[in-house]
């Protein structure tokens, strides 16, 4: 949970969050990789425009508005931790 709270601060959201993105480091600590697709500067008020990513884990206001917003990647995550 550290990530989205880390991530939340840095304004970044990673719009293609799932199981094939989380890697493991020697020590068993979760990364996550691939921010190809991510958008910086995203805060409360503001959003990304288009429909990237994995669409089984994406929220549903991606797939209906095509606009990523700050708390559409709690979406992401939930898909993700329910999978694993």
Same mark, same amino acid.
């Given at each position: 949970?550290?990530?989205?709270?880390?991530?939340?601060?840095?304004? $970044?959201?990673?719009?293609?969050?799932? %199981?094939?993105?989380? &890697?493991?480091?020697?020590?068993?600590?979760?990364?996550? #990789?691939?921010? #190809? &697709?991510?958008? $910086?500067?995203?805060?409360?008020?503001?959003?990304?425009? #288009?429909?990237?990513?994995?669409?089984?884990?994406?929220? %549903?206001?991606?797939?209906?508005? @095509?606009? @990523?917003?700050?708390?559409?990647? &709690?979406? @992401?995550?939930?898909?993700?931790? @329910?999978?694993?």
């Amino acid at each position: 949970m550290t990530i989205v709270i880390d991530m939340w601060r840095m304004s $970044l959201i990673c719009r293609d969050v799932k %199981p094939d993105n989380i &890697l493991l480091d020697k020590d068993g600590h979760c990364k996550l #990789g691939d921010f #190809g &697709l991510a958008a $910086l500067g995203i805060v409360e008020g503001k959003k990304a425009i #288009g429909q990237c990513g994995t669409k089984r884990y994406m929220a %549903p206001e991606v797939i209906t508005t @095509f606009c @990523f917003k700050c708390y559409s990647f &709690l979406f @992401f995550y939930g898909s993700v931790t @329910f999978v694993i």
